[in-house]
Each structure stands twice: as structure tokens, then as C-alpha cells.
């Protein structure tokens, strides 16, 4: 009898051993040492939450928004490059899970399922994740297609102007197309079940670029292309550019920085992501969630803040939340799931997140998710909590104390 899941932790476990490892190491690394990649996870369980007892627990609610629009909680699938390898027509099957959850699926630029795949696949809105390509025109028709499929939101990305290595794409022979080395083909031999599914579809390209591209009509000529389409002159002109020919919901990703934070802010964007791309781009980077709460004092007052990076739980959104983001984006937590179990999986990783959201919400003594903030936390040592805030006490705020030094501003 196979062991109850019960934990991303369960899922991640599970897709280790179903997904070919050129394509596990690509959703699971980070770039150079991975000390950033680590440290997204490492720095959450820094952060203690205070319990509260003898409080209501009755009729909570997780309903929310993200730049506007309703969602059933403040979580959001983030875009993720090669989704569809992780599983057979991946990014349909996570959308379709995203959909009925009642939260937001976003579709990477380097998606292998194409934005005209996942619309006609789907019923609800889906977001559009954007790479800014030095072919201007395709960059222009991408943004008309997620125009045209009814993409509720537009998510920029702005680290990935050059790529950072990562060390087991290479080791791998993570190419378009993949190399075809005796221990890649070993290793598809011992994945029966992806290799089935991956034969019943005709989704195993980047679909949004093959037959869209100049010049790009199959894979043999993907791979020159994209190593040539990476924009490092990419600007914030380019930024308004972008956002006066979409002209609806705009979310900025990729920003670590407070500077950057307040040119953001003047872009005309309607929400930052606060992102280190997975600890895949700028090795001993900030983690996300170090970064976050400097970026919500300097913006969050005039956009809404949201992040990524590192989250593996409910327990993860609601610390998130308390430091200020109004919403994260889950990615490995989800691409564990697809790859376990496929659409059936990404279902389970959102239940799990949402479960332990919930749970955790109630023992902090709170019943609606949007009334989270700093007051559910463990004092920081480097910013005071004022005794004003909810859950002081008469005689000042009595909350114990915990080393949070990583977050001490610099």
C-alpha cells in the first residue's frame, strides 16, 4: 500500500523518481554553489510565529486578491520554463488545477505547451509570463497572442537578461534539443510512465517560439536562437514600452532591490514580484523572503508587493504575508506535484499549502487571511513592532524575542 502524502516534501520525493533527472535538476537547482537557491528555503525557518489559545476559530476565510483580481487564496502558480517536460501537456494539466482551485496559473515564455494551447485547453483566464527577446516583433506578437487568449495579467521579467549557470543543466546536456548521451538514455529507461505520456502528446517543444520565431521552424534551430534573444539592454523604457501595448494588469518580476522597487513604482506597473528567479540567476543573492520587507517599506504603500522563492508550505505563505507580500507564487511546490502525479498532483500540492495556510492562520489566533500581518510574528530585532499594532498588550508589546539577523538591513 503506497504511504500517504502529506507534504510538498512527499511530492518532491515522488517526482524524483518519475521525471528524468535532465528535467528534475532543472526544475530542483540553483546557479554556482546554490547558496541563494538554499537559502530561499533556509531563511523561512528563521521566522517564529507567535501561537495564540482561547480565540474564535470559527468561519475562516483564505479568499483574497492579487492585483485586483479574486482568488480563493493568496497564492498564484508562478511561470515556470519546461513545464510540460515535467509531465506530458504539463502546463494544460497545471492550469486546469489552478483553474478549479480558484487561484492563478501562470504560462512561461519557454512554456512547452504554447499560450494557444493552454486558452484552448482551459476555461478560465490564465496570466502570461513575458522574456524581453532582442527580436522586438515576436516580443510584440507574444504580448497580442496573450491579448488575444484573454490573459488576464502580464508578468515582465526582469533578471534574465543574461542567464546564470547552473551547473547540472550542464552536466546534464540540458540543450534544445537535449543531448542524447548513454546515461540520458539510461536514465528515460528507468521513467516508463513520462515516456509513455510524453509519446501520446504532440506537445514536446517550445511552442510559443517554434513556427513563431524568424527563422526558428524546428528545435535544431531553437537553441541558436535562444542563446542570441536574451536582452541586455533591456531598460525601464523598454518596461513602459511593454505596458502601453498590453495595456491591462502589469506585474513586474525579478526585483531584490529597494532602488529598483521605487523605479517600479514610476513604470506604471501594477505589482512587483519579489524574486531572486529561484536562486538560479544571482548566486549569494539575497533570499526573497530577506529581501521582502525592506521593498515593502519603500513601495508598499503605492503598488501591491508579491514574492517568490523558497515556499513549501502554508506555514511559508502566511510568513510572506505577515512581512508584508500580498500574495506569492508557488513554483517548485506545484512542479513537484505535476511531476509526481501530473495534473492529480499539482491538485494535491495547492490542497496541502492551502491546508496548512488555514491551520496555521487559526493557531495565530486570526479567522481572515487578509487581516495577516507583522503581529502573528516573533519580534525581529531590527524592526520594532510598535505597541499600537494588533496583539500588543497593556504594559507594551510582550512577545518574546528571536535572532532574525539575516534580515537586518544593510
Known amino acids: 500500500m503506497p504511504r500517504p502524502i502529506t507534504c510538498i516534501a512527499d511530492l518532491q520525493a515522488l517526482a524524483r523518481r518519475r521525471v528524468p533527472r535532465m528535467f528534475y535538476d532543472y526544475a530542483d537547482s540553483g546557479s554556482w554553489t546554490e547558496d541563494t537557491y538554499r537559502a530561499n528555503e533556509d531563511d523561512f525557518r528563521k521566522i517564529k510565529l507567535r501561537q495564540r489559545v482561547a480565540v474564535d476559530m470559527r468561519d475562516r476565510t483564505l479568499a483574497s486578491t492579487m492585483v485586483g483580481l479574486p482568488v480563493s487564496m493568496p497564492v498564484a502558480l508562478a511561470p515556470t520554463g519546461l513545464t510540460g517536460m515535467q509531465h506530458a501537456d504539463g502546463e494544460i494539466l497545471a492550469a486546469r488545477a489552478a483553474a478549479k482551485a480558484g487561484v492563478p496559473f501562470t504560462l512561461s515564455t519557454m512554456s512547452i505547451c504554447s499560450i494557444e494551447d493552454v486558452a484552448e485547453n482551459t476555461d478560465k483566464p490564465f496570466w502570461f509570463q513575458l522574456y524581453v527577446m532582442r527580436d522586438r516583433d515576436f516580443n510584440n506578437r507574444l504580448i497580442d497572442r496573450a491579448k488575444a487568449a484573454g490573459c488576464s495579467a502580464l508578468v515582465l521579467t526582469l533578471d534574465l537578461q543574461i542567464l546564470g549557470q547552473r551547473h547540472k543543466d550542464v552536466k ?135 514574492m517568490d522563492g523558497g515556499i513549501r508550505s502554508g506555514q511559508d505563505v502566511i510568513k510572506a504575508l505577515a512581512l508584508g507580500a500580498k500574495g506569492v507564487f508557488i513554483g517548485r511546490a506545484y512542479i513537484y506535484g505535476l511531476g509526481a502525479m501530473g495534473k492529480a498532483g499539482v491538485a494535491k500540492s495547492l490542497e496541502i499549502i492551502r491546508k496548512e495556510l488555514d491551520v496555521t492562520m487559526a493557531l495565530c489566533g486570526l479567522r481572515d487571511v487578509k487581516k495577516v500581518d507583522a503581529g502573528i510574528l516573533v519580534e525581529r530585532p531590527d524592526q520594532p513592532l510598535q505597541t499600537a499594532r494588533r496583539g500588543a498588550v497593556a504594559g507594551g508589546d510582550q512577545r518574546p524575542k528571536a535572532d532574525f539577523s539575516c534580515f537586518r538591513p544593510s
Not at 506537445?203 to 535562444?226: C, E, P, Q, Y
Not at 539592454?233 to 501595448?245: E, Q
Open 172 to 306: 546534464n546536456g540540458l540543450t534544445a534539443p537535449p543531448k542524447p548521451t548513454l546515461v540520458n538514455l539510461l536514465d528515460l529507461a528507468t521513467k516508463p510512465r513520462w515516456c509513455l505520456g510524453m509519446l501520446g502528446t504532440k506537445r514536446r517543444t517550445f511552442r510559443n517560439i517554434v513556427g513563431h520565431a524568424k527563422g526558428v521552424n524546428d528545435m535544431s534551430a531553437l537553441s541558436s536562437w535562444t542563446a542570441e534573444q536574451f536582452d541586455p539592454p533591456l531598460n525601464w523604457d523598454d518596461v513602459k514600452r511593454i505596458r502601453d501595448r498590453w495595456g491591462g494588469k502589469l506585474i513586474l518580476k525579478g526585483i531584490l532591490d529597494p532602488e529598483d522597487a521605487e523605479l517600479a513604482t514610476r513604470s506604471g506597473a501594477d505589482a512587483l514580484i519579489v524574486s531572486n528567479h529561484g536562486g538560479r540567476q544571482l548566486d549569494g543573492a539575497l533570499s526573497s523572503i530577506a529581501a521582502l520587507p525592506a521593498i515593502v517599506r519603500t513601495v508598499g504603500d503605492r503598488m501591491d508587493v508579491l
